[in-house]
């Protein structure tokens, strides 16, 4: 009996242990939500009265929640008087749906700072919103700066969207040069990762994918299609891109991002240029021809 009473009493006193240990926890909880909201209305004041260094920091807090709520905080500071504090809040809002940051960073791309209308560009892309493709575009086409021209670039092959390749292939279309070395690059670029996109829905993109022999790297699980067939503007780029992987005169890292763009576009025609480049002397534009031919050799019919 005795050890039966001393269980029993041990029993309770177990209960009485968890039952303090769950109005703690509901305590914290309740306790943790206030402080939640007492944090938002403080990155909001800090927003509204703080010094530069403030208001960077609230938005990087902000931007760290990825939510629409927190992006909604962050809105007012794309009109901040301080040119660094609007180009901190632009990837500050990329969490809103996609046609309210739309709507909240298209107007910085006409910003007077060079480092805003860039910075906002970059955002656009990572919002993916069809609809910035115009602005992008007119973007590119007025500012005088070679960094907000190419993050238009950028931003135009992470949205992924057909509509821009047209533009982007014009781009490639002109005489290579010291001076348009980085944005051709990066339009070479920005052609494979919408390709890409369609493919396989994925927007990052590495070149090459690996070295590591064929039968390990992930792109051979994937079943491609023949985007030139399915699509007049990847029909129009693979001879300019066939063009640019030729010519002797280009730089190495657009031919590097040229032969990933035929690959994953899935034309068979770009087959034959490829391999004229698998023996390159430049180790990496070998090894993604290799990975391209792999590509063209699993593409399907058009659909």
């Known amino acids: 009996m005795t050890v039966s009473i001393t269980n029993y009493k041990l029993k309770i006193t177990d209960l009485r242990r968890v039952f303090r240990s769950l109005v703690f926890l509901c305590a914290f909880c309740g306790l943790a939500g206030n402080i939640s909201a007492q944090t938002s209305e403080n990155l909001a004041d800090r927003l509204r009265d703080g010094d530069t260094e403030q208001k960077r920091s609230a938005l990087f807090e902000l931007r760290n929640r990825r939510t629409a709520e927190a992006s909604r905080i962050a809105v007012p500071a794309l009109r901040d008087s301080r040119e660094i504090v609007r180009a901190t809040a632009a990837f500050s809002v990329i969490f809103l749906p996609m046609d309210e940051a739309l709507a909240a960073l298209a107007p910085n791309l006409r910003d007077k700072a060079e480092i805003v209308r860039r910075e906002t560009a970059y955002a656009l892309g990572k919002i993916q919103n069809p609809a910035a493709i115009g602005p992008l575009i007119q973007a590119f086409q007025k500012d005088k700066s070679t960094e907000v021209k190419n993050a238009c670039v950028v931003a135009l092959g992470e949205i992924g969207d057909v509509r821009a390749v047209d533009f982007l292939t014009q781009i490639l279309r002109q005489r290579p ?36 022999p064929e039968k390990f790297k992930p792109f051979t699980l994937a079943k491609y299609r023949n985007l030139s067939a399915l699509v007049p503007e990847f029909r129009q780029a693979v001879p300019v891109l066939a063009q640019i992987l030729q010519n002797p005169r280009e730089a190495d890292d657009t031919k590097r991002e040229t032969a990933f763009a035929l690959g994953v576009i899935g034309d068979p025609s770009a087959l034959s240029i490829l391999q004229t480049t698998v023996d390159s002397e430049d180790y990496y534009l070998a090894e993604i021809s290799r990975e391209s031919i792999k590509k063209l050799s699993s593409a399907s019919p058009a659909e």
């Open 177 to 212: 040069s010291d001076e348009n070395e980085f944005l051709r690059r990066s339009a070479a670029r920005a052609v494979g990762q919408i390709a890409q996109i369609m493919q396989i829905k994925e927007t990052y993109t590495v070149t090459p994918e690996s070295f590591l």
